[in-house]
C-alpha cells in the first residue's frame, strides 16, 4: 500500500466523525434490537435496550453487547455480574420504548419471570440468553461487555425487530421508520 494513500481525502472536513454524522451513517447498518436485563444489588430489576449485540465465540460461547457509561441500568447489572439478552420480535415496539428510553415504565405492569439465574425474562421475545460478564472493556464513551453464555432459550419464530435508520423496519419509505418520541437519540442506553 502506498503512503500517500493513507493520507486523508481532502473531503475530510465533510467526513469527519460527528455525533451526528456518526449516528446517520452507521444507521444505515440495520441491526437487531434486544433488551438487557438483570438484577442491581438491591435486587430490583434493571434492563435497557441495546442495538450493538453479537455472538462473539462458539467455543466458548461468548456474546457481547456495548452499553453507555452515562446509563442507569448497566452499572447496576454490572453489580451482579449475570444478565438476560431479550431478543425483540418486529411487534414489540411497546416492549422496546418501555426500556429504550430513561422516561420509560420498565417494569411497570410488565409480567416477566426470572430466569434460573434470577434475571428478568420478558414476555414473547424471539429468544433469550442468559450470560454472566466475562469482561469489560471500555471504549470511548461506552463499555464492550463479554459474557459467557450460561444457556440459550428459544421463545419464538415471529419475525425479528430491526433498527434502521433512525427507525424500526427496513421496508418503507425513511419517514415512515420514525421511532416512538419515547425512545429518543437523546437517551443515553444502558
Not at 503512503?3 to 441491526?31: C, H, I, W, Y
Not at 453507555?68 to 415496539?93: C, M, S, Y
Request: hydrophobic content about 40%.
Amino acid at each position: 500500500m502506498a503512503a500517500e494513500s493513507l493520507s486523508p481525502p481532502d473531503t475530510a472536513e465533510a467526513t469527519a466523525p460527528t455525533p451526528p454524522r456518526m449516528r446517520r451513517v452507521m444507521g444505515s447498518f440495520a441491526s437487531g434490537v434486544t433488551v438487557v436485563t438483570g438484577l442491581g444489588r438491591d435486587g430490583a430489576p434493571a434492563g435497557f435496550a441495546c442495538q450493538s449485540f453479537a455472538s462473539v465465540s462458539l467455543e466458548p460461547a461468548l456474546v457481547l453487547f456495548c452499553a453507555d457509561h452515562r446509563g442507569r441500568a448497566w452499572p447496576r447489572i454490572r453489580e451482579t455480574g449475570r444478565f438476560t439478552v431479550n431478543i425483540l420480535a418486529a411487534d414489540q415496539t411497546d416492549l422496546c420504548g418501555r426500556f429504550g428510553s430513561g422516561r420509560g415504565r420498565k417494569y411497570e405492569d410488565l409480567d416477566w419471570e426470572p430466569s434460573p439465574w434470577g434475571t428478568p425474562s420478558l414476555p414473547d421475545v424471539l429468544s433469550r440468553v442468559h450470560a454472566e460478564v466475562y469482561d469489560v472493556h471500555g471504549g470511548g464513551d461506552h463499555d464492550v461487555v463479554v459474557g459467557r453464555v450460561l444457556a440459550l432459550e428459544t421463545v419464538s419464530d415471529r419475525p425479528p425487530m430491526l433498527f434502521f435508520r433512525g427507525g424500526f423496519d427496513v421496508g418503507g419509505p425513511a419517514d415512515a421508520l420514525a421511532v416512538p418520541d419515547v425512545w429518543g437519540w437523546g437517551d443515553h442506553w444502558g
